[in-house]
Protein backbone atom coordinates (compact mmCIF):
# COMPACT_ATOMS: atom_id res chain seq x y z
CA UNK A 1 0.00 0.00 0.00
CA UNK A 2 1.21 3.61 -0.29
CA UNK A 3 1.88 4.09 3.34
CA UNK A 4 4.05 0.98 3.57
CA UNK A 5 1.77 -1.65 5.32
CA UNK A 6 1.22 -4.93 4.20
CA UNK A 7 -1.52 -5.70 2.10
CA UNK A 8 -3.86 -8.81 2.49
CA UNK A 9 -2.74 -11.63 0.99
CA UNK A 10 -5.22 -12.63 -1.66
CA UNK A 11 -7.87 -15.32 -0.87
CA UNK A 12 -10.68 -17.06 -3.03
CA UNK A 13 -13.96 -17.74 -1.30
CA UNK A 14 -16.62 -20.08 -3.05
CA UNK A 15 -19.68 -18.09 -3.92
CA UNK A 16 -21.72 -21.49 -4.71
CA UNK A 17 -22.42 -24.59 -6.68
CA UNK A 18 -24.59 -25.05 -9.28
CA UNK A 19 -24.75 -28.76 -11.55
CA UNK A 20 -25.27 -28.56 -14.95
CA UNK A 21 -28.16 -31.02 -16.54
CA UNK A 22 -27.01 -34.50 -16.52
CA UNK A 23 -28.30 -34.37 -20.42
CA UNK A 24 -28.89 -31.56 -22.71
CA UNK A 25 -32.83 -32.51 -23.25
CA UNK A 26 -34.63 -35.83 -22.92
CA UNK A 27 -32.94 -37.15 -25.63
CA UNK A 28 -29.67 -35.31 -25.95
CA UNK A 29 -26.31 -36.40 -25.11
CA UNK A 30 -25.00 -36.85 -21.69
CA UNK A 31 -22.90 -33.77 -20.39
CA UNK A 32 -20.00 -35.99 -19.17
CA UNK A 33 -16.78 -34.74 -18.38
CA UNK A 34 -16.68 -31.55 -18.90
CA UNK A 35 -13.17 -30.14 -19.32
CA UNK A 36 -12.96 -26.26 -19.44
CA UNK A 37 -15.60 -23.63 -19.08
CA UNK A 38 -14.92 -20.29 -20.19
CA UNK A 39 -17.03 -16.88 -20.30
CA UNK A 40 -18.11 -14.83 -23.36
CA UNK A 41 -19.69 -11.65 -22.07
CA UNK A 42 -23.36 -11.02 -19.81
CA UNK A 43 -24.84 -14.29 -18.79
CA UNK A 44 -23.11 -16.70 -21.67
CA UNK A 45 -20.99 -19.63 -20.86
CA UNK A 46 -19.51 -22.11 -23.10
CA UNK A 47 -18.34 -25.70 -21.72
CA UNK A 48 -15.57 -28.22 -23.85
CA UNK A 49 -16.40 -31.84 -22.88
CA UNK A 50 -13.13 -34.34 -22.67
CA UNK A 51 -12.55 -36.92 -25.14
CA UNK A 52 -15.66 -35.97 -27.26
CA UNK A 53 -16.94 -34.08 -29.87
CA UNK A 54 -19.28 -31.92 -28.02
CA UNK A 55 -19.47 -28.22 -26.80
CA UNK A 56 -22.47 -27.29 -24.49
CA UNK A 57 -23.16 -22.98 -24.82
CA UNK A 58 -25.63 -22.03 -22.24
CA UNK A 59 -26.65 -18.94 -20.41
CA UNK A 60 -25.68 -18.55 -16.30
CA UNK A 61 -27.86 -15.90 -13.95
CA UNK A 62 -25.34 -15.41 -11.08
CA UNK A 63 -26.55 -12.43 -7.99
CA UNK A 64 -24.39 -9.36 -7.55
CA UNK A 65 -22.13 -11.45 -5.15
CA UNK A 66 -21.43 -14.24 -7.76
CA UNK A 67 -23.91 -16.77 -6.62
CA UNK A 68 -24.95 -18.98 -9.55
CA UNK A 69 -29.01 -19.20 -9.77
CA UNK A 70 -29.94 -20.89 -12.73
CA UNK A 71 -29.02 -22.49 -16.10
CA UNK A 72 -30.74 -22.06 -19.36
CA UNK A 73 -30.85 -22.63 -22.86
CA UNK A 74 -28.36 -25.14 -23.07
CA UNK A 75 -27.27 -26.03 -26.23
CA UNK A 76 -25.03 -28.93 -27.83
CA UNK A 77 -22.69 -28.52 -30.62
CA UNK A 78 -21.37 -31.03 -32.21
CA UNK A 79 -17.68 -30.27 -33.37
CA UNK A 80 -16.04 -31.57 -36.98
CA UNK A 81 -13.50 -33.90 -35.21
CA UNK A 82 -13.45 -35.83 -31.68
CA UNK A 83 -10.10 -35.21 -29.67
CA UNK A 84 -9.27 -35.19 -25.98
CA UNK A 85 -9.99 -31.41 -25.62
CA UNK A 86 -8.98 -30.19 -22.03
CA UNK A 87 -10.13 -26.27 -22.25
CA UNK A 88 -11.87 -23.77 -24.02
CA UNK A 89 -11.84 -19.90 -24.59
CA UNK A 90 -12.96 -16.73 -26.70
CA UNK A 91 -10.89 -16.11 -29.86
CA UNK A 92 -8.76 -12.70 -29.77
CA UNK A 93 -10.30 -10.11 -32.01
CA UNK A 94 -7.53 -9.86 -33.67
CA UNK A 95 -7.22 -13.95 -34.63
CA UNK A 96 -10.69 -13.59 -35.85
CA UNK A 97 -10.21 -11.36 -38.29
CA UNK A 98 -7.13 -12.41 -39.70
CA UNK A 99 -8.89 -15.74 -39.91
CA UNK A 100 -11.87 -14.06 -41.34
CA UNK A 101 -9.98 -12.25 -44.00
CA UNK A 102 -8.70 -15.45 -45.26
CA UNK A 103 -12.17 -17.31 -45.41
CA UNK A 104 -13.02 -14.41 -47.72
CA UNK A 105 -10.19 -14.22 -49.61
CA UNK A 106 -10.95 -18.29 -50.58
CA UNK A 107 -14.96 -17.51 -50.90
CA UNK A 108 -15.69 -19.71 -47.97
CA UNK A 109 -18.59 -18.59 -45.36
CA UNK A 110 -17.36 -16.50 -42.11
CA UNK A 111 -18.71 -17.55 -39.11
CA UNK A 112 -20.38 -15.27 -36.74
CA UNK A 113 -17.82 -15.89 -33.56
CA UNK A 114 -14.79 -17.90 -32.85
CA UNK A 115 -13.70 -19.92 -30.08
CA UNK A 116 -10.33 -22.03 -29.23
CA UNK A 117 -9.73 -25.30 -27.96
CA UNK A 118 -7.06 -27.06 -26.90
CA UNK A 119 -6.38 -30.59 -27.32
CA UNK A 120 -3.24 -33.08 -25.80
CA UNK A 121 -3.89 -36.12 -28.28
CA UNK A 122 -2.41 -34.26 -31.90
CA UNK A 123 -1.96 -31.97 -29.81
CA UNK A 124 -3.16 -28.61 -30.96
CA UNK A 125 -4.88 -25.65 -30.41
CA UNK A 126 -7.70 -25.18 -32.85
CA UNK A 127 -10.45 -22.58 -33.59
CA UNK A 128 -13.92 -23.95 -34.26
CA UNK A 129 -17.41 -21.85 -35.27
CA UNK A 130 -19.94 -22.80 -31.83
CA UNK A 131 -22.61 -22.08 -34.84
CA UNK A 132 -22.03 -25.19 -36.71
CA UNK A 133 -19.06 -26.83 -35.14
CA UNK A 134 -16.60 -26.33 -38.16
CA UNK A 135 -12.95 -26.54 -37.03
CA UNK A 136 -11.36 -23.65 -38.95
CA UNK A 137 -7.84 -24.14 -38.26
CA UNK A 138 -5.01 -24.44 -36.10
CA UNK A 139 -2.81 -22.09 -33.76
CA UNK A 140 1.34 -22.36 -34.75
CA UNK A 141 2.78 -23.87 -31.28
CA UNK A 142 6.12 -23.72 -29.88
CA UNK A 143 8.34 -26.78 -30.87
CA UNK A 144 8.69 -27.91 -27.52
CA UNK A 145 5.08 -28.27 -27.21
CA UNK A 146 4.40 -30.74 -30.33
CA UNK A 147 6.34 -33.63 -28.70
CA UNK A 148 4.38 -34.20 -24.91
CA UNK A 149 3.56 -37.01 -23.23
CA UNK A 150 0.37 -39.25 -23.89
CA UNK A 151 -2.17 -38.11 -22.23
CA UNK A 152 -0.42 -35.09 -20.59
CA UNK A 153 -0.42 -32.22 -23.19
CA UNK A 154 -1.79 -29.26 -23.65
CA UNK A 155 -4.54 -28.70 -20.20
CA UNK A 156 -5.03 -25.31 -20.04
CA UNK A 157 -6.04 -22.28 -22.54
CA UNK A 158 -6.52 -18.68 -21.64
CA UNK A 159 -6.49 -15.11 -23.97
CA UNK A 160 -5.18 -12.17 -22.42
CA UNK A 161 -7.27 -9.58 -21.49
CA UNK A 162 -6.38 -7.43 -24.29
CA UNK A 163 -6.21 -10.09 -26.62
CA UNK A 164 -2.52 -9.62 -27.44
CA UNK A 165 -1.45 -13.21 -26.78
CA UNK A 166 -2.46 -16.56 -25.83
CA UNK A 167 -1.86 -18.65 -22.99
CA UNK A 168 -1.60 -22.85 -23.01
CA UNK A 169 0.40 -24.82 -20.38
CA UNK A 170 0.93 -28.67 -20.41
CA UNK A 171 0.04 -31.27 -17.64
CA UNK A 172 3.26 -32.79 -16.97
CA UNK A 173 7.12 -32.10 -17.92
CA UNK A 174 7.33 -32.49 -21.83
CA UNK A 175 10.30 -35.28 -22.32
CA UNK A 176 13.10 -33.26 -22.83
CA UNK A 177 12.34 -31.52 -19.49
CA UNK A 178 12.36 -34.61 -17.47
CA UNK A 179 10.14 -36.91 -15.95
CA UNK A 180 6.47 -37.05 -14.97
CA UNK A 181 5.19 -37.05 -11.92
CA UNK A 182 5.73 -39.77 -9.12
CA UNK A 183 5.34 -41.08 -5.60
CA UNK A 184 7.39 -38.70 -4.09
CA UNK A 185 8.52 -36.80 -7.28
CA UNK A 186 7.06 -33.41 -9.03
CA UNK A 187 7.07 -32.39 -12.37
CA UNK A 188 8.30 -29.41 -14.72
CA UNK A 189 5.16 -28.02 -16.65
CA UNK A 190 5.92 -25.66 -19.70
CA UNK A 191 3.52 -22.08 -19.45
CA UNK A 192 3.78 -20.51 -23.16
CA UNK A 193 2.78 -17.08 -24.28
CA UNK A 194 1.67 -17.38 -28.10
CA UNK A 195 1.95 -13.90 -29.02
CA UNK A 196 -1.41 -13.04 -31.53
CA UNK A 197 -0.24 -11.69 -35.04
CA UNK A 198 -1.72 -8.11 -36.37
CA UNK A 199 -2.53 -7.50 -32.38
CA UNK A 200 -1.68 -4.22 -31.08
CA UNK A 201 0.64 -3.94 -28.05
CA UNK A 202 1.48 -8.22 -28.71
CA UNK A 203 4.00 -9.52 -26.29
CA UNK A 204 6.77 -11.31 -27.39
CA UNK A 205 6.83 -15.30 -27.41
CA UNK A 206 7.89 -16.21 -24.20
CA UNK A 207 7.95 -20.01 -22.48
CA UNK A 208 8.24 -20.63 -18.50
CA UNK A 209 8.90 -23.57 -16.17
CA UNK A 210 6.58 -24.29 -13.21
CA UNK A 211 7.53 -26.51 -10.80
CA UNK A 212 4.93 -28.79 -9.39
CA UNK A 213 4.70 -30.19 -6.08
CA UNK A 214 4.97 -34.29 -5.69
CA UNK A 215 1.09 -35.41 -4.47
CA UNK A 216 0.19 -35.86 -1.25
CA UNK A 217 1.25 -39.21 0.08
CA UNK A 218 -2.51 -40.32 0.24
CA UNK A 219 -2.67 -39.98 -3.41
CA UNK A 220 -2.03 -43.31 -5.18
CA UNK A 221 -0.73 -42.59 -8.63
CA UNK A 222 -0.86 -44.27 -11.38
CA UNK A 223 -1.04 -44.08 -15.29
CA UNK A 224 -3.55 -43.42 -17.59
Given at each position: ?????D????A???A???A?????GP??????G??????L????YV?????S??????R????A????????????????ER?????I??C???L???????????G?????????VC?E???A?R??A????D?L???P??????????????EAL??????G??W???????????P?TG????????I?RIP???A??????G???F???P??A?A???GG
Amino acid sequence: SADGADSPAPAVELAGALALPETAGPAGPKLTGRSGVAWLGEDRYVAVLDNSDLVAVFRLAVTATGVPEQISDLRMVTLAERHDYEDIAPCPPALERRSAERRRARGDRVPASVLLVCEEDTPAIRALAPQTGDLLGIVPLPAALTAVRPNRGLEALAVAPDGGCIWTATEEAVPADGPPTGEGRGTVVRIARIPVPGAAGRPPAGQFAFLVDPPPAFARVVGG
